[in-house]
């Protein structure tokens, strides 16, 4: 009978394996929709004073449920953002999909700050981007090598990911700035160039 059961309740949990990858690779609302929907989550309906700038997804586990909703950007929030609820598993009160991705950011992310929110304090870690614009990973070896002083701890592709529990619902949130690459790179490579003529000029009256 126990193999039976592993064999029915094995797929349903793998399937439902969202990883950290899979948010970290958001970064509009259709990169949001497709880690959705290849994951296996389901729209959800959103309250009607919100339905225009927020979309949401679940997904009903065996034990245990996972609700995302993707906030718009608009002109009284500069900054969008994806989030994660995950409830906690009715038989052991955790939830083993929650602490796998944060037991990895943990591994392989830097602790940044406490950030403060509506719903009380995150913690936020900044993770490597696997699929930073080369653009954006040129400027900033760039940057870390020729601008003295810089601080060489920063990597401007990294990504920003809070975390926090509050009673049974563990939060993951990733923030979303209206600042496309195209826009980054060019304000960064102006940046650069002014802080290299600086560096010039300060280098020259020595």
């Known amino acids: 009978m126990n193999k039976i059961l592993l064999i029915l309740f094995t797929p349903i949990v793998c399937f439902a394996q969202i990883t950290l990858q899979d948010i970290l690779s958001i970064d509009?609302?259709?990169?949001?929709?497709?880690?959705?929907?290849?994951?296996?989550?389901?729209?959800?309906?959103?309250?009607?004073?919100?339905?225009?700038?927020?979309?949401?997804?679940?997904?009903?586990?065996?034990?245990?449920?996972?609700?995302?909703?993707?906030?718009?950007a608009d002109s009284l929030m500069l900054n969008g953002g994806v989030r994660f609820y995950f409830s906690s598993d009715i038989t052991n009160k955790k939830n083993k999909v929650y602490d796998k991705i944060y037991d990895e950011v943990k591994k392989s992310c830097k602790f940044s700050k406490i950030r403060e929110d509506s719903g009380g304090d995150l913690a936020y870690y900044r993770c490597p981007d696997i699929d930073a614009d080369p653009r954006l990973v040129k400027l900033n070896e760039l940057i870390h090598n020729n601008i003295e002083g810089s601080?060489?701890?920063?990597?401007?592709?990294?990504?920003?990911?809070?975390?926090?529990?509050?009673?049974?619902?563990?939060?993951?949130?990733?923030?979303?700035?209206?600042?496309?690459?195209?826009?980054?790179?060019?304000?960064?490579?102006?940046?650069?160039?002014?802080?290299?003529?600086?560096?010039?000029?300060?280098?020259?009256?020595?």
């Open 151 to 206: 601080d060489k701890s920063i990597n401007l592709t990294d990504i920003d990911i809070g975390f926090s529990k509050v009673e049974s619902i563990y939060l993951i949130e990733l923030p979303l700035t209206l600042i496309s690459n195209e826009k980054m790179i060019d304000m960064l490579t102006k940046l650069y160039e002014l802080g290299l003529e600086k560096q010039k000029n300060k280098n020259g009256k020595n």
């Open 28 to 72: 509009s609302e259709n990169s949001y929709k497709r880690v959705m929907i290849e994951n296996g989550f389901s729209t959800k309906e959103m309250d009607e004073e919100i339905e225009d700038l927020t979309i949401g997804y679940k997904k009903e586990l065996t034990f245990t449920e996972i609700h995302s909703t993707f906030r718009k």
